[in-house]
């Protein structure tokens, strides 16, 4: 049995992730997955990390999640998606630090952020099976 879990940020070519491939690219390559037969059931969309720093960040999330949405509710779909929130490991804090706007330094989110994303996701929950 297999589980694929296809993570997709939305901060794909951004100073958070500057290697990583767009969501169109990467939402393309999900419908391709699905139309070859892949079992909607074994496939999990991870937004990993959220980095919610600023609401352009957040937006990004947003991005993700309505273009996969549109599909999965024409298709009456519904899938998992697994979410967690950014750690700032020493060298991704070093990395970020001046280039975006943190409001904790901590390795950790405050709850309070947590409480903010669970928020969010809320608009989400018909389409999605969220995770955290």
């Known amino acids: ?16 992730e500057p290697n990583v491939k767009s969501t169109l690219t990467e939402f393309n390559q999900f419908k391709k997955l699905i139309e070859r037969g892949f079992p909607i059931s074994h496939y999990v969309l991870r937004i990993d990390p959220i980095c919610p720093f600023s609401p352009a960040e957040m937006e990004r999330v947003v991005n993700v999640l309505q273009t996969w949405e549109n599909y999965l509710t024409e298709n009456d779909l519904k899938i998992r998606c697994r979410v967690s929130i950014v750690d700032l490991f020493k060298h991704a804090l070093e990395r970020l630090q001046g280039k975006v706007n943190l409001s904790w330094t901590s390795f950790t989110a405050p709850d309070e952020i947590f409480n903010i994303v669970e928020q969010f996701l809320e608009m989400f929950k018909d389409t999605f099976d969220f995770e955290c």
């Open 1 to 16: 049995r297999v589980i694929f879990h296809h993570t997709v940020t939305g901060q794909g070519g951004t100073v958070i």
